[in-house]
DNA sequence: CAGAGCACCTGTGGGC
DNA sequence: TGCCCACAGGTGCTCT
């Protein structure tokens, strides 16, 4: 469900709720949600800072760092108080001095993990640059594509190449760019990666200025839903015209997913 | 190394 | 109405 930009939204939305606060507990309704050994280690400890690393949401606690992924269908929702009877989907809680957060997340897809300090460095490590950070430049982005001899849609949904981008995003960046997604990424001009940066860092601002977009379930405090969906220019948009030729967008397959461009302005 | 296929899960919508 | 299939914003595995 959520790239960059929804996971940007929760985590704005909740950081006011969240930090400060001590852990008290983590229930946990269905242990698969949970990756690797989740030590006692949390309890008690203060959440000094809610973050996104690409499309997790971290909190950093006083050592160490509990990190949650949303993957298709999870969603963080803040109460007052424990619900006193299970709620449907809700498979795990973290609750808090002041209330509590509950993972719903319909697929089971979603995954929380902690990690200390040493092994959080280790795991930051392996996801890719930022991109709405000074490090992603044209000029970086010009040279990292040289060795990544792959088509462009699965290159820039490889989250240790560049971290946030999902489905959704990277169809419409690569629209803006004027570029096909089947494109060679070790292909690509100076200018092609000039257009693509400006494409990517253009269409992440606007979605996650507008809480990003909605589709089937994505909601943050509980209910809301993003502003961005009616901006989509091609995203399932299949047969329907290019807002810029006229011609109608085609849907093909690509590293599993679907994809969705114009075959005329794209090149 | 790149790409295809499948696995993990549940729900929804379309076609017959 | 009911059944079956395709598909869904993510990631990680195996196999070729």
Avoid at 69 to 96: C, N, S
């Amino acid at each position: 469900m959520p790239e960059l930009p929804e996971v940007e939204t929760v985590v704005r939305t909740l950081r006011p709720f969240v930090e400060g606060q001590s852990l008290q507990d983590i229930k946990v309704y269905w242990p698969r949600i949970v990756q690797g050994p989740l030590k006692r280690t949390w309890q008690g400890q203060t959440v000094k800072v809610l973050k996104r690393r690409a499309k997790f949401i971290v909190m950093q606690l006083d050592s160490g760092f509990l990190t949650t992924h949303l993957r298709m269908t999870g969603q963080l929702i803040p109460v007052d108080a424990l619900p006193r009877r299970q709620m449907p989907h809700v498979h795990a809680a973290f609750v808090l001095t002041n209330g509590a957060i509950l993972f719903q997340d319909v697929r089971k897809f979603g995954r929380i993990r902690f990690l200390g300090p040493a092994d959080y460095a280790l795991w930051e490590s392996k996801l890719g640059c930022e991109p709405l950070e000074e490090s992603f430049t044209a000029d970086w982005l010009y040279e990292s594509t040289r060795k990544r001899r792959r088509q462009l849609k699965p290159a820039l949904l490889d989250q240790g190449f560049i971290a946030g981008l999902g489905n959704i995003y990277v169809d419409e960046a690569l629209f803006v760019a004027r570029l096909q997604p089947t494109r060679l990424a070790a292909d690509l001009s100076r200018q092609d990666c000039s257009r693509l940066h400006g494409a990517i860092q253009k269409v992440l601002r606007k979605a996650t200025a507008a809480n990003g977009s909605s589709f089937m379930d994505f909601k943050f405090l509980g209910g809301q839903e993003g502003g961005y969906t009616d901006e989509m220019l091609v995203f399932r948009r299949t047969g329907l015209p290019c807002p810029r030729c006229k011609r109608p967008i085609e849907r093909i397959v690509l590293g599993g997913r679907s994809t969705h461009f114009c075959r005329s302005c794209q090149i």
